[in-house]
């Protein structure tokens, strides 16, 4: 396996885990880099623009030769299909990073793939300076998901069997309710499968209930948290909170007087001044649980999820350490793919690939 746009590697460590074995990372961000080099010293890292990178280079530099990558994984950056965002579509360079990928498939030719992103990348537009709107899924038309419809029609072009799906990670047992896309593809015209869900909001015959935020973080005792403060007037707000509300648990007059111009605006607006149940499954771990909008407050105690919180969250195993400045370990491992999620996707792509060949070289790199 290599990755590429690794970030915290939740999406390596899990697949690791399903039975792949990782052979190079790839980042630019230097918290990235720093927090793969540590947890795994000796993986080749690429610390370079993907963009000025051929597929034949990562290749050698993973010490691998043409043919012998069984699987590409990543998660380009998604700011620019996220539809809390301005979704600039293709006048953002983010944007392009996703066609990078498509293009390292192309070069690499690996038996399979698998591309991870939020759930916007299926409604975003090529066209967004074109139109009178963001394209956020209100106004659907020709232009709705044309991006998505290029990235497929490219995947097909250079001769890949593809599917995508929208997962929630709660329905793998991931105590968080996280949706993001993901898309598989095979080089050899197998057909892409997904893993069953295994959990539900309600349990019973054939499945178990979520799992929750006290499963993730309920023995967690640290000495020294680490975590980012709420500012004074975010705390004197979330205070009156009690666990598991938000900012409809606040009188109205302080509703209005904390949520601003916000308080008129549509939508549930459920992240503002919001405080955990230790009873549910976390909401979507963020990369800034401190902000007003997107508070992720500990259901007992008045400040945010700390950094090792989020990793439970994300189920991280407690040996992954985290670098960089505390605002870079929060982007990390709130960008992440859930471990145990990865490892559920890469188990049904391992078992798939397993099924044209048998036996492989030994593991160069073990992590977890």
């Not at 043409?66 to 006048?91: H, I, K, M, N, Y």
């Not at 539900?200 to 948290?225: C, K, N």
Request: glycine fraction near 8%; hydrophobic fraction near 40%; charged fraction near 20%.
């Amino acid at each position: 396996m290599l990755s590429v746009f690794s970030g915290a590697m939740g999406l390596d460590v899990g697949l690791v885990n399903a039975g792949f074995q990782s052979h190079l990372a790839a980042d630019l961000m230097s918290a990235s880099v720093e927090t793969i080099r540590r947890n795994i010293p000796g993986l080749p890292v690429v610390d370079q623009d993907l963009s000025s990178v051929s597929g034949s280079e990562l290749v050698l530099r993973a010490g691998l030769e043409a043919g012998e990558v069984d699987l590409l994984a990543g998660g380009p950056p998604c700011q620019s299909f996220s539809t809390a965002g301005r979704r600039r579509g293709r006048d953002d360079a983010r944007t392009s990073l996703v066609f990078e990928f498509v293009r390292l498939v192309e070069e690499i030719r690996p038996r399979a793939f698998l591309m991870e992103n939020v759930k916007g990348l299926l409604s975003a537009s090529l066209e967004w300076r074109q139109l009178p709107y963001n394209n956020n899924g209100v106004v659907i038309d020709e232009h709705h998901g044309s991006l998505f419809r290029k990235l497929w029609s490219e995947f097909e072009a250079i001769g890949y069997t593809i599917d995508a799906r929208e997962l929630n990670a709660a329905e793998y047992g991931v105590p968080q309710l996280r949706k993001r896309v993901f898309v598989m593809g095979y080089r050899d015209g197998q057909v892409p499968n997904w893993p069953q869900p295994s959990h539900s909001s309600a349990g019973g015959l054939f499945s178990q209930q979520y799992a929750t935020v006290r499963d993730a973080i309920g023995d967690l005792h640290e000495i020294e948290p680490v975590f980012k403060q709420f500012s004074p007037r975010k705390l004197a707000y979330l205070q009156m909170i009690p666990q598991g509300g938000n900012w409809r648990d606040l009188p109205v007059r302080l509703q209005q007087e904390s949520m601003g111009k916000a308080f008129a605006a549509k939508g549930g607006r459920t992240g503002y001044w919001r405080r955990l149940s230790f009873d549910n499954p976390s909401p979507t771990i963020l990369t800034e649980p401190n902000n007003a909008s997107t508070s992720l407050c500990h259901p007992e105690l008045d400040r945010p999820l700390s950094v090792r919180e989020c990793a439970r969250i994300q189920t991280f195993p407690d040996s992954w350490e985290f670098y960089g400045s505390v605002a870079e370990q929060y982007r990390l491992i709130g960008n992440a793919v859930p471990p145990l999620l990865a490892m559920r996707v890469g188990e049904v792509i391992a078992a798939t690939l397993k099924e044209k060949v048998v036996g492989r070289s030994p593991a160069k790199i073990t992590i977890g």
